[in-house]
């Protein structure tokens, strides 16, 4: 766990500036200086474009984590990254060619409901294309165990492009409709850094030879393309479709809400740049032992981490809610909780993902993909009519907690490895025992008082109890390190 811990604390870094920065802009620079009809607009335009990403590159990102290690020469392993790079355009150029002849029906239907959404459908596909490319470069250098750079053009460099623009939009040196194609801009702006520095750490030759293992390799992708499509439906189908039913303002509320709750999934996000590769590896060489312990340190790791965010959250989001000073946006405090539990589950699951997309039963990950996707959508209609935008976010948690139960349980019947232990039910037994005790624990004070001295009272009271209880080795080796270094400076 050497490589995974530094590279996890360092990208978990990275993801706090990176959430820190996007906190802003999400919570104050967006509500406050973008008009909420813009503000679901964008939201909406990159939800779609991550719905249709994996089509755009044909699944190569994880084709690139999957196969890498099983090219031994240099040359397999050049021609195969050429490849990752053409084959996409196989399905870009005809894609543009029938969105542009089919455009005017395309953007009428999206735009039945929130007429704004018409002029700008095309820069679905554009944004797509460039969010596609940026992961396959990306995985380049996952490849290569050298995650950070590209975690940072992910995560922060984008982020404070868009701040500067919020910022620019304040000042009027943008008006909204510029806003938009200004983002645009940064996501290709950000493309083209992360393929310049993939070409720097692994610059292939240019060899125009598919790889010996095509067949494989393509019928991997097309299980990977439905499957990744099918998950990007389950994570953005929500914001997709609450303009269809509702006014186009709602996913501004919607997102933001969400956007507060997916800090629980910051530790997964870091430790999956650093882990998918290792698995990919270990379950290449067959060393389903070290796979199982990989899977239980992730669970607990992951789920001891995210249940100080969770409580830290929940605790304190109402007086959250009025720092933002936007009461129309208020209408999200439930979301945050019901998308909160939804992430702690994807905790649990540790590398659950990554150990069925680079198993040789990758292909039930295929199925399970498609019936989340097909079980969300329908739940999804049938809530937000019902239920508004918390419909929605009641539809994400259904969805996720069932799957992932059966993927869990998948794993074991064919593996016999599982991520529980009788340390997953300490730690949730004590999230659930802080959460109710301090829920009605309420000050007076100014809201940012309030949840300072709220956070330090619930996180001293956390750590130490994680420590007494033994929840992680891992958990408790870093924290033991720390003592040693502040007694001997």
């Known amino acids: 766990m050497g490589i995974v811990l530094k590279q996890s604390f360092i990208n978990t870094l990275i993801l706090f500036l990176g959430f820190g920065i996007g906190g802003i802009n999400a919570l104050f620079l967006y509500t406050h200086f973008l008009h909420e009809d813009y503000y679901g607009l964008i939201t909406f335009l990159l939800s779609a474009s991550n719905i249709i990403l994996p089509l755009m590159v044909f699944g190569m990102q ?3 984590i999957k196969f890498f290690s099983s090219y031994a020469s240099k040359k397999e392993q050049d021609g195969f990254l050429i490849s990752t790079m053409v084959i996409p355009l196989v399905v870009i150029i005809p894609m543009g060619f029938i969105g542009a002849y089919f455009y005017e029906t395309i953007s009428n239907w999206i735009s039945l409901k929130n007429i ?11 944004v797509a294309v460039f969010m596609g490319y940026f992961e396959v470069f990306y995985s380049w250098t996952k490849v290569q165990f050298n995650s950070v750079f590209g975690n940072f053009i992910k995560e922060v460099f984008a982020r404070i492009c868009i701040t500067l623009l919020l910022i620019s939009l304040y000042f009027e040196l943008l008006n909204n409709e510029q806003f938009i194609f200004a983002v645009v801009i940064v996501y290709g702006l950000r493309v083209l850094i992360m393929q310049l520095y993939a070409f720097h750490i692994c610059r292939p030759k240019l060899i125009f030879k598919l790889p010996s293992n095509t067949k494989e390799l393509l019928s991997f992708s097309f299980y990977i393309i439905v499957a990744g499509s099918a ?55 067959n060393n389903i032992e070290e796979v199982g312990k990989l899977y239980k340190q992730t669970s607990i790791n992951l789920l001891a981490i995210g249940g100080l965010f969770f409580l830290l959250i929940n605790l304190n989001i109402n007086d959250l809610y009025l720092i933002i000073n936007k009461p129309q946006y208020s209408q999200g405090i439930w979301i945050v909780l019901i998308i909160s539990i939804a992430k702690l589950m994807e905790l649990v699951l540790g590398i659950g993902n990554a150990i069925l997309i680079n198993s040789k039963y ?28 918390n419909g929605a976010a009641i539809a994400t948690l259904i969805v996720v907690v069932v799957y992932s139960f059966i993927k869990i349980g998948y794993i074991r019947s064919k593996l016999s490895i599982q991520p529980f232990s009788i340390n997953t039910i300490k730690i949730l037994l004590l999230m659930i025992g802080l959460y109710f005790v301090f829920s ?40 033991a390190k720390f003592l040693q270094k502040n007694k001997n400076p």
């Open 362 to 389: 990758y292909k039930i990950f295929f199925y399970l993909s498609i019936t989340m996707a097909i079980s969300v959508i329908f739940l999804n209609k049938w809530l937000i009519n019902m239920l508004g935008i």
């Open 62 to 64: 994880h084709a690139v």
């Open 116 to 126: 704004l959404i018409k002029n700008y459908t095309y820069l679905i596909f554009i």
């Open 231 to 285: 998950a990007g439906i389950l994570l953005e189908i929500d914001k997709f479709m609450i303009p269809q039913i509702k006014q186009i303002a709602n996913v501004a509320y919607y997102s933001v809400g969400v956007y507060i709750a997916s800090v629980v999934a910051i530790p997964t996000r870091a430790m999956q740049q650093i882990t998918s590769p290792i698995t990919a590896k270990e379950m290449f060489n």
């Open 440 to 479: 009605f624990w309420n000050f007076s004070w100014l809201p940012l008082v309030n949840i300072l001295i709220k956070s330090v009272v619930v996180s001293f009271l956390y750590l130490v109890l994680i420590k007494k209880i033994h929840i992680s080795e891992d958990l408790n080796l870093l924290a």
